[in-house]
């Protein structure tokens, strides 16, 4: 399964019995038979010796833990258990009782003990406990027995222990952090008493300082090894990203110095929900774990520059050269992995479907003042279970710091509602309720139905998926890949090398998806270029021939170039033979690519002069982006665990879009319909008139508008393709155009566009036609609405965030004219039309006295 990963010698510490691995530990969709197989010789290549089962959401590990297995689940798991085996890898089973087991309940120790004797006939040898993310409270008939919960905890976890005849065993404590640790890891009566009572041959496991540690230090560790009276296994969550729907962690393993290899009884990495993204940070913990930690080592050089902040000088690109081979640096250890991760792309891996991660259900909003996050209290379950069961840390706005709580980076993408699934039913897919574990099928390419006038919204209209038995992905979720898909655009990968992903490309996809408390150094230029390009915009019209000038649009075509090669990488990623890994990196790939190419089109357009000189010398910048004070220095700090900054690079590179209020136009569903089909955003060309006026008329023929000979009518005045020709005539000097390019013919069409008028009120003025509808326009401005805006997509863009994104553009243009709140003029009765606006934020403002028409508007 894994022949293309190079063998690494095992050069593991003087303790041989150092425990190195991976626990599947996330809530989400659990991997399969066939990846964990996978991972098994992956981790024998790699001198690892350990893997945890414990999929928080697998039916029988968690929620019902008690039931016994089938026989057919139980060849599957027997199956996993002996190829883990084989390749020299413990399998440790581990099962969560905590959510409502009664400890005094003899039978439920009973039922637990069953349990586990079953799955030690399977060939298990090695066991685990997990007791996270629970209610801390015993039961009423638990008080009456035990003296406190670790107590409970204690009692059963040992019997169970002895009962099975003393194996390997974990145990995950409640308090299994020092941020949960009441009131601090010294004096918690909880981790003292697993200290003293729980039987000293079991480990117990450790997520570090916070439930996500961007740093674990030599006397964090010492001191919890004294409480506890034996050295942690770190539960090392680093690369753990079910808490957030817009990130994936392909950074290094880092800000772990390998002086804690002595100190400590192992690491087991719980990644990435997607287990092919998994490559680089299993590898690199590989790389540290065989560091020498006696080693002589400048420490400067070496050590250190795994937790060098991005404020510092060095960019990070540069590996010290003479490294010793057993010193680990974490760019190296990346550059390492990425050459041995290459292969795994062009593996013929067949599609199954996109990850469904855990949902956020709270969205806590972006207040007008600046907020604070109040540290979690320890009663509460930690944000790695943010459903239905989970709280989430409190805000308050009574204390003036800096606190990055993202509601601009929620995607929707998926049930929010818990599902049922059970990974022990075949070897390729997760099954779900009802249980159908039926093999998928390769997926076909499926013609889309033209779509009816319900589906032919102008704009943000749903999003087109054809119904086939065999579109269902492993969540029940509907799957289909389109003719622009790599299935059926790309007969051969390989007649064209440039098509193939290389060094650089995949380099580029870990700096934009890098890890939790730092971004990668290419994300870092890409928010840095955009920043001193938008708040310098006025050099590049103020002074076009000077050195400041030349700098402006030098920074611009850089900037320009990086958007290409993160398009590039979009399309290549899709052309990859492991559709597998395709699957699990286009989300993310996906809306990166959009973000980017939206502030390209933004910086172009200014670049054009068309801003407003007072505006451009003085733009306008949010309170809570990259560049805000002090909120990069709390995102790398680690003082904050990181869900509190949901979003990563995705959300750092939207909130520096220019308006306030739109988190709104940041909401939208991940396309199930995998397409190599871009939509990109750029400005006005006069070329482009035939196109806009084509669009406005083919789209005021779908809505079935039939003009009224009354002179009032409101429908011969507000089709849509009268006001885009009103607005046309008048000024272009923000419109921007939406250009479709499918990969297969490289070919671009004009697909959309949105126009808008700074000043509707004097709108007359700029022309001598004596349209009536003029004064119309001029009469609907408002103080707080002063512009005038239309906007139309065809009905074959099926991406929803296409809509948003040109709106995003239109608003930022706007406001940097010094414009803050736009209209438009629609029919009543063209329903499609209204909820279109409405879902872009847009309210009704008025109605006119025949109540045929409305004005809709809203502010930024």
Same mark, same amino acid.
């Given at each position: 399964?894994? #022949?293309d ?14 425990i ?20 098994f ?14 999929? @928080?959401?697998?039916? @029988?590990h ?14 599957h798991?027997?199956?996993?258990i002996?190829?883990s085996?084989?390749n020299?890898v413990?399998?440790?089973y581990?099962?969560s009782p ?7 309940n ?7 003990k069953?349990?586990?004797e079953?799955?030690?006939?399977f ?7 997990l007791?996270d ?15 406190s ?5 204690v009692?059963v976890?040992?019997d ?12 995950c ?14 004096n918690?009566e909880y ?10 041959? /079991?480990?117990?496991?450790w ?10 230090t ?13 050295p942690?296994? +770190? ?8 808490? #957030?729907?817009k990130?994936?962690f392909l950074?290094?393993?880092q800000?772990r110095?390998?002086?804690l ?28 774990s ?8 400048d420490?400067? &050089? ?12 060095d960019?990070?690109?540069?590996i ?6 057993n ?7 990346l550059?390492?992995a990425?050459?041995d991760w ?17 949902q956020?259900?709270t969205t ?17 379950n ?5 459903t239905t069961?989970s709280t ?12 990055a ?20 039913l075949s070897?390729?897919k997760?099954c779900?309720?009802?249980?159908d ?6 997926p ?5 139905e033209?779509?009816?006038?319900a ?10 998926v ?5 579109s ?42 890098y890890?939790?408390?730092e971004?990668?150094t290419q ?8 920043y001193?390009?938008y708040?310098n915009?006025?050099l ?14 030098e ?14 990488l979009?399309?290549?990623l899709?052309? /990859? ?9 286009y ?6 690519r959009a973000?980017?190419s939206?502030l390209?089109?933004? /910086? ?19 309170n809570?982006t990259?560049?805000s004070?002090?909120? @990069? ?6 003082e ?7 979003g990563g ?5 939207q ?7 739109g ?6 569903k ?14 006005y060309?006069?070329? #482009?008139n035939?196109?806009i006026?084509s ?10 508008e ?9 429908l ?14 008048i ?11 499918? &990969?297969?013919?490289?070919?671009k069409a004009v697909a959309?566009?949105a ?7 004097? +709108? ?14 001029a ?6 609405n ?5 906007c139309?997509l065809?009905n074959?863009?099926t991406d ?5 994104r040109l709106?995003?553009?239109l ?5 940097a004219n010094?414009?803050?709140?736009v ?9 499609e039309l209204?909820?279109?606006?409405t879902?872009?934020?847009f309210l009704?403002?008025?109605?006119d ?7 809709l508007?809203?502010?930024?």
């Amino acid at each position: 399964m894994a #022949d293309d990963c190079p063998i690494i010698n095992n050069m593991n510490t003087k303790n041989g019995n150092f425990i190195c691995g991976v626990v599947e530990g996330f809530y989400g969709r659990p991997w399969t038979s066939e990846q964990r197989k996978d991972l098994f010789q992956k981790l024998k290549k790699w001198g690892m010796n350990s893997y945890v089962y414990a999929p @928080k959401d697998d039916s @029988k590990h968690r929620a019902n833990w008690r039931d016994l297995y089938t026989v057919e689940e139980a060849e599957h798991l027997t199956s996993l258990i002996t190829a883990s085996n084989e390749n020299g890898v413990t399998f440790y089973y581990a099962l969560s009782p905590g959510l409502d087991i009664t400890y005094s309940n003899s039978k439920e120790v009973l039922t637990l003990k069953r349990k586990l004797e079953q799955v030690s006939q399977f060939g298990c040898v090695a066991f685990a406990l997990l007791f996270d993310d629970i209610d801390p409270e015993m039961s009423e008939a638990d008080k009456e027995v035990f003296q406190s919960f670790a107590h409970a905890q204690v009692s059963v976890t040992n019997d169970v222990y002895h009962h099975l005849n003393q194996p390997k065993f974990l145990l995950c404590p409640t308090q299994y952090c020092a941020a949960r640790a009441v009131p601090n890891v010294q004096n918690s009566e909880y981790l003292l008493t697993l200290g003293s009572k729980l039987a000293p041959d /079991i480990d117990i496991m450790w997520t570090g300082s916070k439930v996500i540690s961007r740093v674990l230090t030599v006397d964090s560790i010492e001191e919890v090894t004294e409480v506890l009276k034996r050295p942690p296994v +770190i539960w090392d969550n680093l690369h753990a990203n079910d808490y #957030d729907q817009k990130r994936v962690f392909l950074g290094p393993y880092q800000g772990r110095s390998p002086d804690l290899i002595p100190r400590l009884r192992g690491v087991l990495t719980n990644p990435n929900c997607e287990f092919w993204a998994n490559f680089i940070a299993i590898h690199t913990l590989a790389q540290w774990s065989r560091c020498n930690s006696e080693a002589e080592r400048d420490r400067n &050089e070496s050590v250190c520059s795994d937790i060098k902040l991005e404020t510092e000088a060095d960019d990070g690109t540069e590996i010290p050269t003479r490294l010793p081979v057993n010193m680990y640096h974490a760019r190296r250890a990346l550059k390492n992995a990425i050459a041995d991760w290459l292969p795994e792309f062009h593996r013929n891996r067949q599609a199954s479907g996109f990850i469904t991660k855990p949902q956020v259900i709270t969205t806590l909003p972006v207040t007008p003042a600046v907020l604070a996050v109040v540290p979690t209290p320890s009663v509460v379950n930690t944000c790695i279970a943010l459903t239905t069961t989970s709280t989430v840390s409190s805000v308050s706005t009574s204390t003036p710091q800096l606190s990055a709580l993202a509601d601009v980076c929620t995607t929707v993408n998926g049930s929010t509602g818990p599902i049922v699934m059970n990974s022990l039913l075949s070897e390729t897919k997760v099954c779900t309720e009802p249980m159908d574990c039926n093999a998928t099928p390769p997926p076909e390419v499926i013609k889309s139905e033209p779509p009816s006038q319900a589906e032919s919204s102008v704009i943000d209209k749903p999003e087109l998926v054809e119904e086939d038995v065999n579109s269902l992905d492993d969540n029940g979720a509907k799957m289909v890949i389109d003719s622009n898909s790599p299935e059926s655009s790309i007969s051969d990968m390989n007649d064209w090398n440039g098509q193939q992903l290389n060094t650089e490309d995949v380099t580029l996809l870990c700096d934009l998806f890098y890890l939790p408390f730092e971004h990668g150094t290419q994300g870092i230029q890409l928010l840095q270029e955009f920043y001193w390009l938008y708040t310098n915009a006025h050099l590049a019209s103020a002074s076009p021939s000077k050195p400041e000038g030349e700098e402006w649009h030098e920074r611009a075509k850089k900037l320009d170039e990086m958007s290409k090669n993160v398009n590039k990488l979009f399309q290549k990623l899709n052309n /990859i033979s492991n559709k597998e890994l395709m699957y699990e990196l286009y989300p993310y790939i996906w809306e990166m690519r959009a973000v980017i190419s939206t502030l390209n089109s933004y /910086i172009k357009w200014l670049g054009t002069g068309k801003a407003g000189q007072s505006s451009s010398e003085n733009p306008a910048v949010g309170n809570y982006t990259w560049f805000s004070k002090g909120w @990069k220095e709390s995102f790398m700090s680690g003082e904050q665990e990181p869900w509190v900054f949901r979003g990563g690079l995705t959300a750092d590179l939207q909130r520096l879009i220019p308006i306030d209020g739109g988190s709104d136009l940041f909401v939208y569903k991940v396309p199930q319909t995998v397409s190599s089909t871009m939509y990109t955003i750029r400005g006005y060309q006069p070329s #482009d008139n035939e196109q806009i006026v084509s669009i406005s008329q083919e789209l005021a023929s779908q809505s079935a508008e039939q003009p009224n000979s009354s002179e009032s009518a409101a429908l011969d005045r507000l089709s849509l393709s009268r006001l885009t020709e009103c607005l046309i005539q008048i000024s272009t000097d923000i419109c921007f155009i939406v250009e479709e390019e499918c &990969e297969d013919t490289e070919e671009k069409a004009v697909a959309g566009y949105a126009l808008a008028f700074i000043n509707a009120k004097d +709108i007359s003025s700029r022309t001598t036609s004596q349209d009536p509808l003029l004064e119309i326009i001029a009469n609907a401005s408002k103080p707080q609405n002063p512009s005038v805006m239309c906007c139309g997509l065809r009905n074959t863009v099926t991406d929803q965030s296409v809509s948003k994104r040109l709106i995003l553009c239109l608003l930022a243009a706007l406001r940097a004219n010094g414009s803050c709140g736009v209209f438009t003029l629609v029919d009543r009765k063209n329903d499609e039309l209204v909820e279109s606006y409405t879902k872009l934020g847009f309210l009704e403002l008025s109605q006119d006295e025949d109540n045929q028409s409305s004005c809709l508007g809203r502010v930024f």
